[in-house]
Nanobody
Framework: VQLQASGGGLVQAGGSLRLSCAASGRTFSSEVMGWFRQAPGKEREFVSA????????YYADSVKGRFTISRDNAKNAVYLQMNSLKPEDTAVYYC???????????????????WGQGTLVTVSS
């Protein structure tokens, strides 16, 4: 499985960015795609996740109401629309895929099997 994340960049506080993650290498049916982020000196943290076919969606409390995850099964792609960005959103954002999960099981980065290379998001104040 290969994951290619893109869409990061430099944006002012209050601005928006849309991250994309293209998956290839296998046929996806029940997997979960997640977005995680890692700021300098901090551990990797959960941002959002979506089931590939069931449409269940999860968000970290810190991004609820500002970020929206979506998917395009025809393109094997997942997106993260990030609005009202804050300086504390600055991090390298990673997409990852794992087998089907529900609830808090989807939040643990250690449970994900495949990872993209990451894309840097920098929010200036």
């Amino acid at each position: 499985v290969q994951l290619q994340a893109s869409g990061g960049g430099l944006v002012q506080a209050g601005g928006s960015l849309r991250l994309s993650c293209a998956a290839s290498g296998r046929t996806f049916s029940s997997e979960v795609m997640g977005w995680f982020r890692q700021a300098p000196g901090k551990e990797r943290e959960f941002v959002s996740a979506i089931t590939w076919s069931g449409g269940s969606i999860y968000y970290a409390d810190s991004v609820k109401g500002r970020f929206t995850i979506s998917r395009d099964n025809a393109k094997n792609a997942v997106y993260l629309q990030m609005n009202s960005l804050k300086p504390e959103d600055t991090a390298v954002y990673y997409c990852a895929v794992r087998t089907y999960c529900t609830g808090y099981r989807c939040y643990d980065p250690r449970s994900y099997d495949y990872w993209g290379q990451g894309t840097l998001v920098t929010v200036s104040s």
